[in-house]
């Protein structure tokens, strides 16, 4: 009888410990997916912080392509707004309209050689670019650590605690069809 319960006290003790460490895991993977979004959310700023910077050099310069310059303010603002409350859909659709303002800015630029011979100008066109660069591969990061932490609270054991301890479902960066086609910002300049 005694045997029996040092038996069932043992496999407790292995389920315990086994639930510590599923549960610790879990913990680990969502902190992982904060932190990647914690990387985007940094360089989107940074991003926010330039536009404006870019808009008042080409101002200088462009003064009767108004609507260019208004798509790239209103869609910046669209992106903070986003990035602000965390609404991943939301980001996803503003970058794109942020990207294709930005491709139609560089695009209309062509235009003007004085803006284009700017070294201000391409500056930020290179700071802007070098971003752009740096979301994509932290988005990339973001949404393997997103997979990574979706797979397993869905897996048996680990759905258990999942469901236990509440984790839930993270939403991937997704950007439409034409966001994901590349913007060679560089040949509008060569």
Request: contains cysteine; proline residues 2%.
């Amino acid at each position: 009888m005694d045997i029996m319960i040092y038996i069932f006290l043992a496999g407790f003790a292995i389920v315990f410990v086994y639930g510590i460490m599923l549960y610790n895991s879990l913990v680990d993977i969502k902190h992982s997916v904060s932190q990647a979004w914690s990387n985007i959310d940094i360089l989107l700023k940074q991003r926010h912080d330039e536009l404006p910077k870019l808009v008042e050099t080409c101002k200088q310069y462009m003064g009767f392509e108004q609507e260019t310059l208004k798509q790239v303010i209103a869609a910046r603002s669209q992106v903070a707004s986003a990035r602000e409350t965390g609404n991943i859909g939301a980001l996803g659709a503003a970058e794109n309209m942020l990207r294709m303002g930005l491709g139609n800015l560089f695009a209309v630029a062509e235009d003007y050689p004085e803006l284009k011979a700017s070294e201000k100008f391409r500056h930020l066109q290179a700071r802007i670019s070098g971003l752009e660069n740096s979301i994509a591969d932290r988005r990339e990061y973001y949404n393997e650590a997103v997979k990574i932490n979706n797979v397993r609270i869905e897996q048996f054991p680990d759905v258990i605690i999942a469901n236990w301890f509440k984790f839930k479902p993270r939403d991937l960066l997704e950007f439409s069809d034409t966001d994901k086609q590349d913007v060679n910002i560089g040949k509008l300049f060569g």
